[in-house]
């Protein structure tokens, strides 16, 4: 498929063509990706192009307790249970990438989304994690483990600088996301919002290309998280493979954040055209996310 494919079709599998869809590739009967929200419950249809429900009357969801809640547990085999129900709506409501699980570890008990998380500990985190990830995946649904890396606090999260030591990152805040891979076999990551020493998350050259898809052995898809990307240079060369984001009046008219707008829109082309990103990169981005659509 990779082969039969233009430049063009290559990048545009890279960011979004709707609030919570992205292309596949028309010519070549590629079908696009559905994704939505999230950790505890598919979430209700939204509105192409803005945030607001579509207000489906056949649209219900089942609400499941939060993850901080499947945590306290302590139970694996409910894990799997509850990954494996939340994947089968999922699959009923035709998505084809579930916005979770969330693993992040607590560092404050003030941040915003930590019912979102499988709590404080990195083995329990790990643990309960993976069946839940198989779960998901057992319904020909993608688990999106979120949000990579350190995004441990909600307040100021698109621009906090996370400074801390190896011994911290891979003790404590990457177990959970190493076991989601390894064992879990995840089949896409969210980049995280804020920053890790210096550059943002989600196209971060020690995160993704060095841990992620260097030492893990990672195969899958980095998504960002909405509105996550800051650089077309560091989203091309640093891991991230699709964009997905907020701002945009869509399809209707001409707008300053147009979907071609993206980071990984028309800049990003115009850059490989230029040779600034070299072809392997653009390869092994289109080759991702097509591994995740067959998948």
Not at 104 to 118: A, K, Q, S, V
Not at 124 to 148: D, F, M, R, T
Not at 225 to 242: F, K, R, S, V
Not at 254 to 282: A, N, Q, W
Request: charged content about 20%; hydrophobic content about 35%; some cysteine.
């Amino acid at each position: 498929a990779l082969n039969r494919m233009t430049v063009e079709e290559k990048t545009r599998l890279s960011y979004a063509q709707g609030k919570f869809s992205s292309p596949g590739c028309p010519r070549l009967g590629i079908p696009e990706l559905w994704m939505s929200d999230g950790p505890h419950g598919v979430r209700a249809e939204i509105n192409w192009n803005d945030w607001g429900y579509a207000g489906w009357t056949n649209d219900s969801c089942t609400a499941f307790p939060a993850l901080t809640c499947l945590a306290a547990s302590w139970n694996p085999l409910l894990a799997a249970k509850y990954g494996y129900a939340i994947g089968e709506e999922a699959r009923y409501r035709e998505k084809d990438v579930l916005l979770g699980p969330g693993v992040n570890i607590y560092r404050t008990p003030l941040n915003g989304r930590n019912f979102e998380y499988m709590g404080e500990d990195p083995y329990l985190a790990s643990e309960l994690c993976v069946p839940y990830i198989q779960g998901v995946q057992k319904n020909g649904v993608a688990a999106c483990v979120k949000h990579y890396a350190l995004n441990n606090q909600e307040l100021w999260r698109g621009h906090i600088d996370v400074q801390l030591s190896d011994r911290a990152l891979y003790e404590i805040y990457l177990p959970a996301f190493k076991a989601a891979v390894e064992r879990g076999k995840a089949w896409s990551i969210m980049g995280a919002y804020n920053k890790v020493r210096g550059t943002h998350a989600t196209h971060h050259k020690l995160l993704n290309n060095d841990i992620l898809k260097g030492e893990w052995n990672f195969d899958g898809c980095v998504i960002t998280d909405w509105g996550a990307a800051h650089d077309t240079y560091e989203a091309a060369m640093y891991g991230l493979d699709i964009e997905m984001g907020s701002y945009t009046n869509g399809l209707t008219s001409e707008s300053e954040f147009g979907y071609d707008d993206y980071y990984l829109g028309k800049s990003y082309l115009k850059m490989v055209r230029e040779g600034k990103i070299p072809m392997e990169v653009v390869n092994d981005k289109a080759a991702r996310v097509l591994r995740l659509i067959f998948r």
